[in-house]
DNA sequence: AAAAAAT
């Protein structure tokens, strides 16, 4: 609202709550004196002066914000390298204290006063009932899924309290986005600051939203406000229709797009043929041939190494892969004596590699490392879990040290790798991995992606780095805004490379891999590497060599598949029954708003459970992660977000509450566990309409799961929670 | 549908 505070807050405060406003006004005053150390907010406080104050509140907010924000990545660094387990008590702790504060703060008064008035506008006040509980539960920073629960419950009890908390969780969000906990204490303080956020946040929109249900979260999500508007008039009705129509779109585009491709790929391979009949034959043949034949298996036009893989690859593929491999790099008597400083790793990376849990090479490792620190560019295809980061991150900080050698470290040198991953975690988790090699030899690493403020990223850039991981938007953001320079970048990983090459991020990569150097390094790494990335390898790679390891099939493999094909309304309990368990669950769902629910239904029963999706803040999504990784939490409930390369420990079940709709995603999702040779099970709920789907999917896989028939209360639910006997006697 | 920038 363009009244500012002061007409409003005064009036408003006085109003609504003289308690409330009175008390604020105190707790601001104090409040800024300690932590404007700045000294100009002195001034502020006294928001007397009418016009000054909104002037110079909007000049310190900002300044406030950030800093607020760089304290809360710090923690959040922090808390993830020591493994704070302080979260659990301080989590609750903390947090509620910190409601606590909120209420009393000025802003709730005027938020109150703004929903009240747009709720009066709005029929929709109606719908806010039932939704509100969740709602809450969203934004609910701490565990959206126990604040949900809670809320519910608590309800009508509550709801004094309540009216608080959704001013809190509405508050959240607007934080979130900035950078969270740090501002929500700085808030008191802030008073011209609430406003913004009001504005941003709006919580009478968001009130109305609620109306419209789940399927708008998602959207809502970041851009939505603007949207918001137009989005209540379209209502829901329309939007189906939307979609519907669009969809035929949709179908045309992923023709276009294949028919591009292909056409790239066939006018380029018969050059590359060439080259990639050389190595190519071999393994691209399978990961390049398969999947996109089936895709668009009209083709058998698609030359070389598809059209060598196809054959190999369908009339005995597996021999064919697995010779290939063989005299490449992964023989198997072989790998059984490398080293890793066989291999060309210094004694520095060596010891750390050791402290990080790897004496000798993987098969992976074995296979690229060589080629990578001899300059070859590099597609490299390795199951999950089977030591990828090892498998480029190692060599590359060799190589950076080699290129490095003799000469010093410049304050302000331009980045020379980067790292580029599809999900901020997996960009935390790698560098989690480089960064204690790339110390060891004095080579320096920094996280760049979103969901965080920029403030420290770029501090970082300017003191000077020698590698960048991140993920794609930030770091264009970063380079757009002149504070990050790729061109003396040598060498350049895409992590997840087949999804990086799909639609949503082939352009972004596109344009970020016009940016580094000419003839810089080009690594491509993934479990299901396959011709998805030709786009990419047509343009920016130079004769690469391919690595797969032999005898990876599902044989092999440590996991246990197993489908279940359910009654829709047995879901929910028969997911709980499964998830009741001691060891480490991951469920994943389709939609944040289910994976939101499930949390929220699991935490209601009593199973500690927390939720990752994009819906959370950074903060959050890195926490909840946190939570699972170190044994507080047993059971998280994740999107496709944490399909792809989260490693945590001691995962035993996978549990897939909605099927994915692609192969890879199966394959992706299920290497959550049976990593490193560790056994797991997969397993997947369906409704008996999607059996023959889930049949073709597993056969892509080249997974053999049996199917079968289950309702609740089951004994196979108990052999896969792994109760078994101990429950029967009982 | 989800993810990736921010506001």
Redesign the pocket.
Known sequence: MPKSKKPAGGRAAKNFEPRYGAKTSFQDRKRRPGEASTGTTGSKSPGHRGYRAPEQTADAAPKRRWTAQEKVGRDEARSIRSNAGDDRPRRSFDDRPARDDRPARDDRGGYRGDRVARDDRRPSGDGRPSYRPERPARSGDDRPARSYGDRPQRSYGDRPQRDDRPARSYDDRPQR??GDRPQRDDRPARSGDDRPARS?GDRPQRDDRPARSY?DR??R???DRPQRDDRPARSYGDRPAR?YGDRPQRDDRPARSYGDRPARSYGDRPQRDDRPARSYGDRPARSFDDRPRRDSGDRPARSDWNAESKTKAQQDHVDVVHERLQAEAVQAGEVADVTFSSLGLGDNIVRVLKELGAPSPFPIQAATIAPILEGKDVLARGRTGSGKTIAFGAPLVESLLRSQEGKRREFGRKPKALVLA????LALQIDRTIQPIARSVGIFTTQI??????ARQVGALKKGVDIII????????LV?QGKLDLSEVQIVVLDEADHMS????LE?MQRILRLVADGAQKLLFSATLDREVAALVNEFLVEPAVYEVAGEDQDSSTINHRVLVIDHRDKAEILSSLVDRDGKTLVFA????YAEMLAEQFDDLGIPAVAL???LNQAKRTRNLQRLTDGRVSVLVA???AARGIHVDDIDLVIQADAP?EYKTYLHRSGRTGRAGRTGTVVTLIPRQRRRRMTEMLERAEIDAPFEEVRVGDDVLDELAGRQLADVDA
């Open positions: 986005s900035y941003y399927g998602p959207q999500s970041y851009g979609a599809p999900t901020r975690e992606y979103g969901g965080v403020p920029q991140g993920t794609p938007g930030r770091i264009e953001d757009a799909e639609l949503g991020f972004p389709r939609t944040r708003a999706h994009g819906d999107t496709d977000v709709d």
